[in-house]
């Protein structure tokens, strides 16, 4: 009967009411509908999976799976060492008589050349206003070649500018010198924690960003250790040996980083997917059991198109929209509690106690201990970080660094040689603190609160923010400390604990906590609007939304992954 005839989407025979018999064929358009949808269900099918084998996976199933993705990103990250190398290098050598006398002023008060404390800020805003030229051209480029052809040509021009330093004739060239090299060296800060956070599974992220505070940490045990060796000398071999030891990073890190692959995520956002595919198979070891890359890149690519559907471009303008403009301040935030919870006095470690009266070479051997003590302490970190979650390892470091600048403070009353050397003490103790908890996390943090698609420019923005704030310290930290100055000595602590109190605070409210979270999961999290403390409480299913094809989000107070977060 008529009424009961059924006309089907696909080519098939239907008879009509006259007895003959039509074809009806689909429109093209819908068959081609229909498969994207396919596909995109196969897509999110290999997506949920790899976010599910990431979840489960475990360290050293990582470190088999991951070795070159290891290699490559430590690689990368070393290029930091030569940062932390010469920002701890100004410090140490404002404490050696060479130096001084080359580039300083005879103070007849005390009868010693001295770099007054204008020059001592013209080196050190020097580096950090090239470093923002840097990280301006790094966000740039980053996006259009790519992280490693960004950090090859950086490492070029390190080398030329090198020449700079080694060879100036007076404190006005050596403040140009710092200039240039800052370019590199923003550069650097801005691409090495995104590659990192993108070539490796989330077990092992917070181990590759958190390897970059050691790098700094190894560039100042490096500072203190040269200087060592050298401020014995009186002649200019005093400070163009550490200037030209600089040359010994870049070389062999260049060599090397024209065989690395690319970040896999860059590719994807370029709509490249088979060398990304590709780029995931260098990264990773072959013949593993239970890898997929296919898998893998589909949870890349779901990611990447979920933040598209979240309304996110990738123009710097884009940083301060919508629900980027919470990652932006978090990520800026946190960059600007290294620069204001005291950890500015490490790096004049060498010549804080020298003014205080501790001979230079007494106080270059405790420069030497405490940068040691760091490189323990960020080691440490990632026991602490398996563990614990990074909100709470961050605010309790920031408490600690508190109570230790009072501490500093307090002792600066004791006018003796014991205190001195307790002062020393002290803040060998600050840095095993900073470098156990908020140094190292910093890196951490920063890496996953920010978007994949705008990793590069929430970076590049949030450590421009923070050389802009070290302008600041660095001004006020040189007139507190040098003798032409305020010669406040010690009590300089009290200033940096009310700092770092108020960035505690800060901390407490506005910090969430990323532990355990893929950066789709992230993605909702910040689009629903979770409140800070409730972040690891908080259960989310990126999968749940594109499938169901509407935002789904329990609010439930369970544990995340399987882990109870404690709340700072």
């Known amino acids: 009967m008529a009424d009961q005839k059924s006309l089907t989407s696909s080519p098939e025979k239907a008879t009509t009411e006259a007895g003959t018999t039509t074809t009806t064929t689909t429109p093209p358009q819908a068959q081609a509908q229909a498969q994207a949808q396919a596909q995109d269900d196969v897509v999110l099918v290999e997506a949920k999976h790899a976010a599910d084998t990431e979840h489960e996976m475990t360290l050293l199933r990582a470190i088999k799976l991951y070795p070159k993705a290891i290699g490559w990103s430590v690689l990368l990250s070393s290029t930091l060492i030569m940062e932390g190398y010469d920002l701890a290098l100004l410090g140490s050598l404002y404490a050696s008589p060479a130096f001084n006398k080359k580039f300083g002023e005879l103070n007849p008060v005390t009868g010693k050349y001295a770099v007054s404390a204008a020059w001592q800020s013209g080196l050190s805003n020097g580096a950090r206003a090239g470093e923002i030229f840097g990280l301006i051209f790094a966000g740039w480029a980053a996006g259009r070649i790519g992280y490693k052809n960004t950090t090859v040509a950086s490492l070029v021009l390190m080398i030329a500018f090198i020449f700079v330093l080694f060879f100036a004739p007076n404190v006005k060239v050596l403040v140009v010198g710092e200039i240039l090299c800052g370019i590199p060296w923003g550069a650097f800060q801005s691409v090495t924690p995104a590659y990192a956070s993108e070539v490796a599974p989330m077990v092992l992220r917070p181990y590759l960003t958190t390897f970059i505070n050691m790098c700094w940490v190894i560039g100042q045990f490096f500072a203190a250790a040269v200087n060592k060796g050298s401020v014995g000398r009186t002649d200019q071999w005093a400070y163009r040996i550490p200037f030209g030891v600089q040359w010994v990073w870049p070389v062999p890190i260049l060599a090397g980083?024209?065989?690395?692959?690319?970040?896999?995520?860059?590719?994807?956002?370029?709509?490249?997917?088979?060398?990304?595919?590709?780029?995931?198979?260098?990264?990773?070891?072959?013949?593993?059991?239970?890898?997929?890359?296919?898998?893998?890149?589909?949870?890349?690519?779901?990611?990447?198109?979920?933040?598209?559907?979240?309304?996110?471009?990738?123009?710097?303008?884009?940083?301060?929209?919508?629900?980027?403009?919470?990652?932006?301040?978090?990520?800026?935030?946190?960059?600007?509690?290294?620069?204001?919870?005291?950890?500015?006095?490490?790096?004049?470690?060498?010549?804080?106690?020298?003014?205080?009266?501790?001979?230079?070479?007494?106080?270059?051997?405790?420069?030497?201990?405490?940068?040691?003590?760091?490189?323990?302490?960020?080691?440490?970190s990632w026991f602490l970080m398996s563990r614990v979650g990074r909100r709470?390892?961050?605010?309790?470091?920031?408490?600690?660094?508190?109570?230790?600048?009072?501490?500093?403070?307090?002792?600066?009353?004791?006018?003796?040689?014991?205190?001195?050397?307790?002062?020393?003490?002290?803040?060998?103790?600050?840095?095993?603190?900073?470098?156990?908890?908020?140094?190292?996390?910093?890196?951490?943090?920063?890496?996953?609160?920010?978007?994949?698609?705008?990793?590069?420019?929430?970076?590049?923005?949030?450590?421009?923010?923070?050389?802009?704030?070290?302008?600041?310290?660095?001004?006020?930290?040189?007139?507190?400390?040098?003798?032409?100055a305020w010669n406040w000595g010690a009590r300089t602590a009290f200033f940096w604990a009310g700092s770092c109190l108020l960035s505690a605070i800060w901390v407490f409210f506005r910090l969430p906590e990323p532990k355990g979270r893929t950066y789709a999961e992230l993605d909702i999290l910040f689009e629903k609007k979770v409140t800070a403390r409730k972040f690891a409480k908080t259960k989310v299913d990126p999968f749940d939304l594109q499938s169901h094809g509407e935002k789904r989000l329990s609010l439930e107070e369970t544990q995340s992954h399987g882990e109870k977060e404690i709340e700072a």
């Open 392 to 484: 709470r390892i961050h605010f309790s470091g920031l408490c600690a660094q508190f109570c230790l600048l009072v501490i500093v403070g307090g002792l600066s009353f004791g006018g003796n040689k014991a205190s001195v050397w307790a002062i020393g003490g002290v803040l060998i103790a600050f840095t095993f603190v900073y470098d156990f908890a908020v140094g190292p996390v910093t890196y951490c943090l920063i890496s996953e609160l920010s978007s994949t698609r705008l990793k590069a420019k929430t970076i590049v923005l949030a450590r421009a923010a923070y050389n802009a704030s070290n302008i600041f310290v660095n001004v006020m930290t040189n007139y507190q400390l040098s003798s032409t």
């Open 257 to 380: 980083l024209v065989f690395a692959p690319e970040s896999p995520w860059w590719y994807v956002r370029h709509n490249r997917r088979e060398e990304a595919k590709q780029s995931l198979l260098r990264l990773t070891s072959r013949n593993q059991p239970g890898f997929n890359v296919d898998e893998t890149l589909a949870m890349i690519e779901h990611t990447n198109e979920l933040e598209k559907q979240l309304k996110e471009g990738v123009t710097f303008r884009d940083c301060f929209r919508g629900i980027d403009l919470r990652r932006t301040e978090i990520v800026v935030g946190i960059w600007l509690v290294q620069t204001l919870g005291g950890q500015n006095l490490m790096g004049y470690f060498s010549y804080f106690l020298t003014q205080a009266g501790m001979d230079p070479s007494n106080s270059f051997s405790l420069s030497m201990g405490q940068y040691a003590l760091g490189m323990v302490g960020t080691a440490g």
